[in-house]
């Protein structure tokens, strides 16, 4: 089997947008990695994390992308927390599958921009190993520092790369308008839809990385890295010049990741 073979649309649950991709690598270190999308809970598709999830592949790892459930403020579909209910639906699939050779107890989460908030949430669901790129982390305190800005809504093309999304720096509005989509116009469950609300003693170690002038302002993985330190869970924040998001700094960003589950994954 190469490197980069891939079985795909593989059904985790009963709603369409319940379907994975699964990279296998040719010498398998034995543990798995989720591979999360981002499109801010609401678009976007696995098919996307295709270069990263290879090149995980390629350093040893089984790499699962799956697609999740998309939320509609306005309707009140799917909002939060099913995109995170579906990711520990993967995760319970991922365990339960036969014809998957991997240990159970060294599973870890990436994503970028939402992908890196649900990454993070598996992380404080399951004590896995995460790393979040661009992750949204502090709802409640963003919207507590920009009460002004005006939501609006962003709407990406699917045949976008993913380096080329969210890249026109800081954008309030939109940031709000996410967690309005996310949550419903009332907001119900903000405090516990923040991920850095529900850190513990139980977290799993956290790797951040965010530019300076981008999507998510720099402040949020540097207040949940240091909420993860007073709780005695390892952290590493790194933070870039510029206002790349995501997947646009994958290049600079990859070895230190790659570290980070080698580490923490005892697959080195």
């Known amino acids: ?3 980069t073979a891939v079985e795909r649309d593989l059904p985790y649950g009963s709603d369409p947008r319940h379907r994975l991709d699964i990279y296998h690598p040719a010498n398998p270190n034995g543990a798995l990695l989720l591979d999360i999308h981002g499109g801010g809970w609401f678009q976007g598709d696995k098919s996307k994390e295709a270069a990263l999830a290879t090149r995980l592949s390629d350093a040893g790892y089984l790499v699962a992308a ?14 939060y927390p099913a995109q995170v209910d579906d990711m520990l639906a993967a995760v319970a699939w991922l365990r339960n599958a036969s014809t998957l050779a991997f240990d159970h107890d060294r599973i870890g989460a990436v994503g970028g921009s939402s992908g890196g908030n649900l990454a993070f949430e598996l992380a404080l669901s399951l004590g896995a190993p995460g790393a979040s790129w661009s992750g949204l982390l502090d709802l409640a305190g963003f919207l507590a520092r920009h ?7 962003v709407v990406i093309d699917d045949s976008r790369p993913s380096a080329e999304i969210d890249q026109g720096g800081a954008d ?10 996310l949550l419903g116009p009332d907001l119900d469950g903000l405090d516990v839809a923040t991920p850095i609300s529900r850190i513990t003693g139980a977290s799993g170690p956290m790797f951040f990385a965010n530019s300076m002038d981008e999507l998510v302002p720099p402040e949020e993985p540097l207040i949940a890295a240091s909420a993860l330190m007073r709780a005695g869970v390892p952290a590493r924040a790194m933070l870039f010049e510029g206002s790349r998001h995501a997947g646009a ?6 070895i230190e990741t790659l570290r980070f589950f080698d580490h923490y994954l005892d697959a080195s």
């Open 172 to 181: 309030p509005g939109y940031y709000k308008w996410l967690v309005f989509n």
């Open 147 to 153: 009460g002004d800005a005006v939501p609006h809504k």
């Open 66 to 79: 799956p697609n999740y459930r998309f939320a509609d403020g306005a309707s009140g579909v799917n909002l």
């Open 249 to 254: 700094y994958l290049d600079d960003v990859f």
């Open 1 to 3: 089997m190469s490197a």
